[in-house]
T-cell receptor, first 116, second 108 residues
């Protein structure tokens, strides 16, 4: 089945630094990638949607200059949390879709970010 | 109003119990519907799709009522391994919108 590899699985960083999270589709071409954030005891909140080769579309309230998304190839999308602060500490999950070829959404295993 | 609302949890039930989860969604243009399961500190995993005609998979039955914008999940003969958070999910224009989840704890 479809697999999305997400790295790192967890990261601790100092306040003010930037962190990059990668998601790779291993056996399919991810035409669309979705990035979610989940705070403890809350649901997954969609942050942005990206299509390969084009700019990401951000949900209302998500700062595009703080959460940089790059989807330069059909198998790789990255989310960079710039100038991270403790309130950015969360569980970040990507989800990929292979357009109309393969219905359904494949999730990465998530990245737990802790900013100290 | 949240786009997808679920019963508040947690649900604590004994093994063998039948558990029902309810969910409502606000956007009548929503296209497809799912139940996902999420274990602690893990990614969500698709449990089953939900159709108006009803969908059954072993001990799990899901139902959709488009007129009332209501989705349900029934778990029969619950097992310890069913303990998890159950997420009601709606597809809106290609985006998956998640409910806040209902935590289920099945006790021996």
């Amino acid at each position: 089945g479809a697999v999305v590899s997400q790295h790192p699985s967890w990261v601790i960083c100092k306040s003010g630094t930037s962190v990059k999270i990668e998601c790779r589709s291993l056996d399919f071409q991810a035409t669309t990638m979705f990035w979610y954030r989940q705070f403890p005891k809350q649901s997954l909140m969609l942050m942005a949607t990206s299509n390969e080769g084009s700019k990401a579309t951000y949900e209302q309230g998500v700062e595009k200059d703080k959460f940089l998304i790059n989807h330069a190839s059909l198998t790789l999308s990255t989310l960079t949390v710039t100038s991270a602060h403790p309130e950015d500490s969360s569980f970040y999950i990507c989800s990929a879709r292979e357009g109309d070829i393969r219905p359904g959404y494949t999730f990465g295993s998530g990245t737990r970010l802790t900013v100290v | 109003r949240k786009e997808v609302e679920q019963d508040p949890g947690p649900f604590n039930v004994p093994e063998g119990a039948t558990v029902a989860f309810n969910c409502t969604y606000s956007n009548s243009a929503s296209q497809s519907f799912f139940w996902y399961r999420q274990d602690c500190r893990k990614e969500p995993k698709l449990l089953m799709s939900v159709y108006s005609s009803g969908n059954e998979d072993g001990r799990f039955t899901a139902q959709l009522n488009r007129a009332s914008q209501y989705i349900s999940l029934l778990i029969r003969d619950s097992k310890l391994s069913d303990s998890a958070t159950y997420l009601c999910v709606v597809n809106q224009g290609g985006k998956l919108i998640f409910g806040q989840g209902t935590e289920l704890s099945v006790k021996p």
